[in-house]
């Protein structure tokens, strides 16, 4: 073989190499492409199931709240255990000066 058979060869080569390089970095984009497309939807997903666990606990804890301020329970926690008494129009003294 001569050199220019070597460099023909030579030139087939490096076309093979950009070729299948070109290939492989295409292919290699659209893998992680879809790889990091499903670990943002994984993510997502997450972050739903996070927000849906604290939607319900606002729930719950709203309706604990209204329990507990609620004034029927106030008055019986003030009646049974503070020994007070509910305040009528008979026990307010108008004071004048």
């Known amino acids: 073989m001569n050199n220019s058979q070597y460099a023909a060869t030579l030139k087939r080569m490096v076309k093979l ?15 992680w492409q879809n790889v990091h ?10 972050l739903a199931k996070k927000r849906n666990e604290l939607e319900k606990n606002i729930y719950l804890m709203n309706i604990e709240f209204s ?14 255990e503070l020994n007070m008494v509910p305040v009528t129009y008979r026990d307010i ?3 004048v000066y």
Not at 17 to 26: D, E, P
Not at 37 to 46: P, R
Not at 67 to 80: D, F, G, P, V
């Open 17 to 31: 190499i950009i070729f299948f390089t070109i290939i492989f970095s295409l292919i290699f984009c659209v893998t």
């Open 37 to 46: 497309m499903n670990l943002l939807n994984k993510e997502i997903g997450d």
């Open 67 to 80: 329990y507990l301020k609620s004034r029927e329970r106030i008055r019986k926690i003030a009646q049974k």
């Open 93 to 95: 003294n108008l004071i």
